[in-house]
């Protein structure tokens, strides 16, 4: 069975830098997908960034950047130029190609954002 | 983008009493939808996969008589929790999946069972 771990449960950033939100994915699996998504305090999901197994280049979205370690099964979200609005819980998810949507999600990390 | 509605989105009911929750797809047809459960600063846990016009696939742990699944058309599916008791309270969130490759949230339901 597939595994993530998200071994940060709350970070800090100040307003403007970059911050690094890491997450680790155990699988036997050569064909997944590896999701991250915000989950602000209002509760709902939302989507950030998208990376499959195959694909090549790191996945970029915007400020979001996702930093595509395949040996080390690691796939750790960057978040550039960090804003106050940006203050919320954050989830790696994995899914297996094949093995429907099912969405396995790491514990989260909370970020905060100061001024 | 594709929106998913859950409704209600804040529920409290007595010991007791069935709880029906709605999640539905509204501009996309969804063949599969699935339920989550999440407690407060925890993970989000895949409870069933429900499927339209079949039987929803449960995850181990979950109780089926107790989480009542019905999908009954490609835009609507419903979790009942019957009989709810206060370990029953908690965060239950809906994602519906469009032509089998786009997965969209609905808002998600706080239920607190008194």
């Known amino acids: 069975a597939q595994k993530i771990t998200q071994t940060q449960p709350g970070m800090f950033v100040q307003e403007k830098e970059a911050v690094t939100l890491d997450c680790t994915y155990d699988t036997s699996d050569q064909s997944y997908g590896l999701f991250w998504y915000k989950q602000p305090s209002s509760g709902e999901m939302i989507f950030l960034i998208y990376q499959g197994s195959y694909d090549e280049q790191n996945a970029t979205e915007g400020r979001y950047s996702l930093n595509f370690q395949k040996a080390r099964k690691s796939a750790n979200l960057v978040i550039s130029a960090s804003q106050l609005g940006d203050s919320a819980m954050y989830f790696c998810a994995m899914i297996l190609t094949g093995g429907g949507n099912k969405l396995t999600f790491g514990t989260g990390t909370q970020l905060k954002v100061e001024l | ?114």
């Open chain 2, 1 to 114: 983008g594709a929106v998913v509605s859950q409704h209600p989105s804040w529920v409290i009911c007595k010991s007791g009493t069935s709880v029906k929750i709605e999640c539905r797809s509204l501009d996309f047809q969804a063949t599969t939808m699935f339920w989550y459960r999440q407690f407060p600063k925890q993970s989000l846990m895949l409870m069933a996969t429900s499927n339209e016009g079949s039987k929803a696939t449960y995850e181990q742990g979950v109780e089926k008589d107790k989480f009542l699944i019905n999908h009954a058309s490609l835009t609507l599916s419903t979790l009942t929790v019957t009989s709810a008791h206060p370990e029953d309270s908690s965060f239950y969130i809906c994602s519906a999946e469009e032509k089998g490759e786009k997965l969209f949230f609905g808002s998600g339901t706080q239920l607190s069972v008194l």
